[in-house]
């Protein structure tokens, strides 16, 4: 709207001012990211909470993505995940597709901020990658111990088994994925697709139980 109310503005008399108010109106906003190493000062704050000695992948072979994204509310809003080292640049290019493609996430923070906690993690529709867990019942490292997978949207799409249930709980109402919502993932759709270009999978598309938040590099 201001891009819109300068270019009204301008004094169209002028040749060069009318190309500089078109050039305006045309301009749209742009992706920006980055890829850093795990500072001393976030390494640090991980330590202990999303990170613990005995991890499967130490801070040299972990990355932080700092990213512009689209929010809920329509404006544009930063976001940091941290990534396995080698998927960086390939989440970099996945975060600058969904950036495009306008797909909207309601938030993204590391999972520190939550106490390195799922439950609260996803209860706050948060988007996050790291976490030095593992499968929820298991001795088994997560994905998301090595940087490896991303959940998305998690209420938007959440966990779901044959047997009804469903994780977030606030998340039962997109048990029904024809839904349209905003922020629901599609089997087939543009996020899907993204990721996949990548070499990643979707937990949408598993038997079950369905994972419709989860990404990673290994399909699991």
């Known amino acids: 709207m201001l891009i819109l109310l300068a270019a009204f503005g301008a004094d169209w008399s002028s040749p060069?001012?009318?190309?500089?108010?078109t050039e305006a109106i045309?301009?749209?906003?742009?992706?920006?990211?980055?890829?850093?190493r795990i500072d001393p000062r976030l390494r640090a704050r991980m330590s202990g909470v999303s990170w613990h000695r005995?991890?499967?992948v130490g801070f040299a072979g972990l990355r932080l993505l700092m990213v512009s994204h689209w929010g809920f509310d329509?404006?544009?809003h930063r976001g940091r995940l941290v990534v396995n080292r080698d998927q960086a640049a390939a989440m970099l290019t996945?975060?600058?597709?969904?950036?495009?493609?306008?797909?909207?996430?309601?938030?993204?923070?590391?999972?520190?901020?939550?106490?390195?906690?799922?439950?609260?993690?996803?209860?706050?529709?948060?988007t996050s990658a790291f976490?030095?867990?593992?499968?929820a019942g298991s001795s088994v490292w997560s994905e998301?111990?090595?940087?490896?997978?991303?959940?998305?949207?998690?209420i938007e799409n959440p966990y779901v088994t044959d047997a009804g249930y469903v994780s977030p709980p606030q998340g039962a109402p997109?048990?029904?994925?024809?839904?349209?919502?905003?922020?629901?993932?599609?089997?087939?759709?543009?996020?899907?697709?993204?990721?996949?270009?990548?070499?990643?999978?979707?937990?949408?598309d598993w038997a079950w139980p369905k994972d419709y938040q989860h990404f990673s590099a290994t399909g699991s």
């Open 16 to 21: 060069a001012a009318g190309r500089a108010a």
């Open 26 to 36: 045309a301009e749209k906003p742009s992706f920006q990211g980055r890829i850093e």
């Open 54 to 56: 005995g991890c499967p």
């Open 74 to 76: 329509g404006a544009i």
């Open 94 to 126: 996945v975060m600058r597709k969904l950036f495009e493609q306008g797909y909207p996430i309601r938030q993204m923070r590391l999972v520190d901020a939550y106490g390195a906690d799922d439950h609260r993690s996803m209860a706050a529709d948060n």
């Open 131 to 135: 976490n030095c867990r593992t499968v």
């Open 144 to 154: 998301h111990a090595y940087g490896r997978a991303i959940d998305v949207n998690p």
């Open 174 to 204: 997109y048990t029904d994925r024809s839904r349209h919502a905003k922020g629901v993932i599609h089997g087939g759709g543009a996020v899907v697709r993204a990721f996949a270009a990548a070499g990643w999978e979707w937990g949408g």
